[in-house]
Structure formats: C-alpha cells, structure tokens
C-alpha cells in the first residue's frame, strides 16, 4: 500500500463547478498535512494546511479525518486557472521534515 | 522574505558526463533542505536531505550525491550520468519541520 494514495484523474469539470479531491494516508502517526499545487513542468507550490478542525481560504476547503486518515479538497466556482495537478502530502512525524508526497490529482477546468 | 534560486534552469549533458546542481537558500538560517526528482508524468522521488552543514541523509541509494558545504548552499552531484538519471531536479527548504517551499528547478536531459 502506497504511504499516501490519490486518484490520479484526469478531474475535467466546466468552469464554475464544484470539484473534490481525496487522499488517503497508511501512517496514522503523521502529523501534519498540506495539499500543493503544480502547474505543468514547473516546480509545487504550497496551497494550503491542513488543520484539524478543517480551514477554508476564498474557494479553497481543505478537510481531515484522522480516524479514518483521510484528506480532502473542495474546491468551489473553479476557474480555468484552477487547471493544474493537485498533491496531497503528509509529514509522517518525522523530526526530519520528510514529507510524502501523493502522486497527484489532475484537474481540467474546461470554458 | 526568503527565496529559493537554481541553477541552471535547463541542462543536456551526455552519458557518463559529471553534474552539478547548484541550490541556494537566502532569508531563512540553518534550514533543512532536500533534492528531489520528479521523473516525466510521475510523482516527486525524494533523494537527499540535510538537516545542518555537512549532515546528508541519502534517500535512494543510486550514482547522485549530494553536498552541504554552507548553512544555505546545496549541491547535488554525480560523477557520471546514466540515462536514468533525466528528469526534473527540485530543491526544497523547510523551516525545522514545516511546510517545504521549492525552487525553480532545474530540467535534466541525459541524452
């Protein structure tokens, strides 16, 4: 079983949909959590945290079940610029800083 | 605020030739940095990380090395390159833990 698992899409939705993404995590140790985005060939960036209580910026809902050691994405209104691929990743408790990264999610917002 | 360079941005070296690439960090002191590759269409691979000046943990045992030789320069090295070793190059630094932040990276072409 991969450490953190994604559905890899493609995710093609019109413009203005509401779009989610799941992630499931293997380490129930793990400590924090991040989704990033990457547009193609360049490099992730960082989009939000992922807190326990569940946190929202603008459009962006990111949500966490530690027992079932799930995260989710809800993205409302997409844009075209939403286009891109979505990676979920977990910081297994390590004092290093590793963090695991999913494989990614693509998203396709279409006009 | 801090900021993360690369260089080069691009390179095509021929098999068997040496590399080096070249990661700076500038804004943050003593961060934990890390070299990771992203192979074309596939998830991030982590290869080396370092948590202070001359402290390298290897990732995947392989032809690469990797150097710390200041509190904010990292090096990713081989002596000689295999085909295998194309890809996109990404260094990231973290603030004793956090989120990563990622530079620009750099495009390998081993022809």
């Known amino acids: 079983r991969k450490e953190v698992e994604q559905d890899p899409g493609p995710f093609n939705v019109p413009e203005g949909a509401t779009v989610a993404f799941n992630c499931t995590y293997s380490?129930?140790?793990?400590?924090?959590f991040f989704w990033y985005r990457q547009d193609c060939r360049k490099e992730p960036k960082l989009l939000m945290s992922v807190y326990s209580s569940g946190n929202e910026d603008g459009r962006f809902t990111a949500q966490l079940n530690r027992a079932s050691q799930y995260i989710s994405l809800l993205i409302r209104d997409s844009k075209l610029s939403d286009s891109a691929t979505y990676l979920c990743?977990?910081?297994?408790?390590?004092?290093?800083?590793?963090?695991?990264f999913g494989q990614g999610t693509t998203l396709q917002v279409k006009p | 605020s801090q900021t993360i360079h690369q260089w080069p941005a691009t390179l095509v070296q021929p098999v068997g030739s040496p590399l080096s690439l070249e990661c700076t960090v500038e804004?943050?002191?003593?961060?934990?940095l890390y070299w990771y590759r992203q192979a074309a269409g596939r998830g991030l691979q982590l290869l080396f990380y370092s948590v202070g000046i001359g402290q390298i943990s290897s990732e995947v045992p392989q032809n690469l090395s990797a150097s710390r030789p200041q509190d904010r320069q990292f090096i990713l090295s081989s002596k000689k390159l295999l085909l295998s070793d194309s890809g996109f190059y990404l260094c990231?630094?973290?603030?004793?833990?956090?989120?990563?932040?990622f530079g620009p990276g750099t495009r390998l072409t081993v022809t």
């Open positions: 804004g943050t002191s003593n961060p934990n």
């Open positions: 990231a630094w973290s603030d004793q833990g956090y989120e990563q932040y």
């Open positions: 990743v977990v910081n297994p408790a390590s004092n290093t800083g590793k963090l695991i």
């Open positions: 380490n129930s140790a793990s400590q924090s």
